[in-house]
């Protein structure tokens, strides 16, 4: 075979294509032990955050923060597996997750809160289980900004991440999450605070 560009994407396709079905095939009995209907865990995430504006939306100096962030929390699954021979074989979980996040830049600050995420957990693989999730927060504001006022603001994000097991009970978790500030105009100004915000952490499975 001739390695023309076409070939060598051929080839490679061909090889991730046999390495997810192989994964498949091997979905191992761990992830059917920690993941699915009832299934109970708690968790903890720390790291960090910097501002950017989307749309106009947080162009302030709400766009200028950087930030330390921790997310701990509660999740159960709220679902079975769904889907077993197909590359989304997962199932749903329902998150209760509290934050704390220092600000350090421009001025220095805090925010305090708790939400609930809506995640799903891709269980195709043994050892790496990725995820997305999507949830609403609400708390209260502390950043002394110009462009946004401090009090109650709500926390709509989003984010992906996964797990890697280290023991059958327990993994350690990363994630990339995009998590927004605004107090929905009840109060002036109200520019907003987006933050991108890469975090590590684990996780411990209940039986």
């Known amino acids: 075979m001739t390695l023309t560009p076409i070939n060598i994407i051929k080839v490679g ?7 997810l079905h192989s994964n498949f095939a091997n979905a191992t009995e761990k992830s059917d032990e920690v993941f699915g209907y009832g299934k109970q865990y708690v968790f903890v995430q720390s790291g960090y955050g910097f501002g950017f504006a989307f749309n106009f939306v947080g162009s302030g100096d709400g766009s200028e923060v950087k ?14 597996i769904y889907a077993d021979d197909s590359f989304f074989r997962g199932n749903f979980d329902f998150i209760w997750q509290g934050e704390f996040t220092h600000n ?20 195709a ?11 609403l927060g609400f708390g209260y504001l502390d950043y002394n900004l110009k462009d946004q006022s401090d009090g109650f603001v709500f926390s709509p994000q989003g ?15 990363g994630s990339w999450r995009v998590h927004h500030l605004s107090n929905s105009g009840t109060q002036q100004p109200n520019n907003s605070i987006n933050t991108s915000v890469f975090s590590l952490g684990a996780t411990y499975f209940f039986d």
């Open 13 to 19: 396709l061909l090889l991730l294509i046999t390495s």
């Open 67 to 80: 930030t330390f962030n921790n997310f701990s929390g509660y999740g159960v699954g709220i679902s079975d």
């Open 104 to 123: 350090f830049q421009p001025a220095g600050g805090y925010s305090v809160g708790s939400g609930f995420l809506l995640r799903y957990n891709f269980l």
């Open 125 to 135: 693989s043994k050892k790496f289980v990725p995820y997305i999730e999507f949830g």
């Open 159 to 173: 984010s992906l991440g996964g797990h890697y097991f280290i023991t059958d009970k327990v993994s350690l978790n």
